[in-house]
């Protein structure tokens, strides 16, 4: 459950549609849709009654609605307590992963710069493992890395997810639907060890009793990616935010059974360095994670 998606559940009730809480939100309606129904798969239960015209909550979506406006409360309370100006002033060392800087860091450095205008923000782009050592030897204050490299002996939320999926050049692939066994004949383009990502996908296929027949290791995004639409072989690349290279025919989306699993995101911390500014910090996070476009904009302001 994720503050976003609370939000479109509080402003439709609250201005009485969809449509107007998308445009308070700054976001599209679908978007807010998406939310609305996120929560109702994750509660297994509807909330709102759509035998209407009008956005009415049923009793669950009330009950819903209720908690909501009582976390949201919390979250402001949060941000208006620990984001004074004058109050926090500190450096604050903040490691991500390359796709992160690639897609919403730009949004979480404005947040934070707006509601922390003294903290100086030093951000970080290295791979997962890096990102996890670096933690652990005290050289960042917070990591956002794949779920894959959270260890125990740091706190971690998860804030957000990503998609991957099967692509290539057109044409470097033959046929329509795959198994996985019979993709992994192909040449494959992998992140590595040292990726979170490619950890991940590593140990899922090895539980698919599947072995690439060749695997060439790409640990930067930028170069697999470039290596994928060069032909070069087939690659796992995040689904949506490389949308736009599909449309321009660069790239082609392979229908591969079984489908790839869900990468989550956690914001990972030292223990000892817990602070309402880092779990702050980590709220905003979890507001702004969005892994669906590269090179976002910063919001406007109020946007947020």
């Known amino acids: 459950m994720t503050f976003k998606q609370l939000e479109a559940l509080y402003w439709i009730a609250q201005l009485g549609g969809f449509a107007p809480a998308a445009n308070h939100l700054h976001t599209s309606q679908s978007a807010i849709s998406k939310r609305v129904h996120e929560l109702e798969q994750l509660f297994d239960t509807e909330l709102f009654d759509r035998s209407l015209r009008t956005a009415r909550l049923t009793d669950k979506g009330e009950e819903m609605f209720v908690l909501a406006k009582k976390l949201l409360e919390q979250r402001d309370a949060a941000i208006e307590q620990f984001g004074k100006p004058g109050v926090v002033e500190r450096r604050v060392r903040l490691g991500v992963t390359e796709l992160t ?7 979480l450095v404005s947040l934070i710069r707006r509601h922390y205008p003294k903290v100086i923000l030093e951000p970080d782009v290295d791979d997962s493992l890096q990102l996890r050592d670096k933690l652990l030897a005290d050289a960042l204050d917070l990591a956002i890395v794949p779920e894959t490299f959270a260890d125990a002996r740091m706190p971690h939320r998860v804030i957000g997810q990503v998609q991957s999926a099967w692509m290539c050049k057109p044409g470097v692939v033959q046929g329509g639907a795959l198994r996985l066994h019979e993709l992994a004949q192909h040449r494959m383009l992998v992140q590595g060890g040292n990726s979170g990502t490619g950890r991940a996908y590593d140990a899922w296929m090895k539980e698919q009793g599947v072995q690439p027949a060749e695997v060439i290791v790409v640990s930067n995004l930028v170069a697999l990616t470039g290596f994928t639409v060069s032909g070069l072989g087939v690659s796992y690349l995040p689904r949506d935010c490389l949308s736009p290279l599909v ?4 790239l082609e989306v392979l229908q591969v059974t079984p489908p ?7 914001a990972m911390h030292k223990g000892e360095r817990r602070s309402a500014l880092t779990s702050s910090l ?3 996070a979890q507001e702004c994670c969005d892994f669906s476009r590269m090179f976002q904009a910063q919001p406007a302001a109020g946007a947020e």
């Not at 790839?260 to 956690?266: E, F, N």
Request: charged share 10%.
């Open 247 to 250: 449309a321009a025919g660069m």
């Open 101 to 107: 800087a690639m897609t919403w860091l730009p949004r």
């Open 260 to 266: 790839l699993p869900v990468v989550r995101y956690v």
């Open 282 to 284: 980590v709220m905003l």
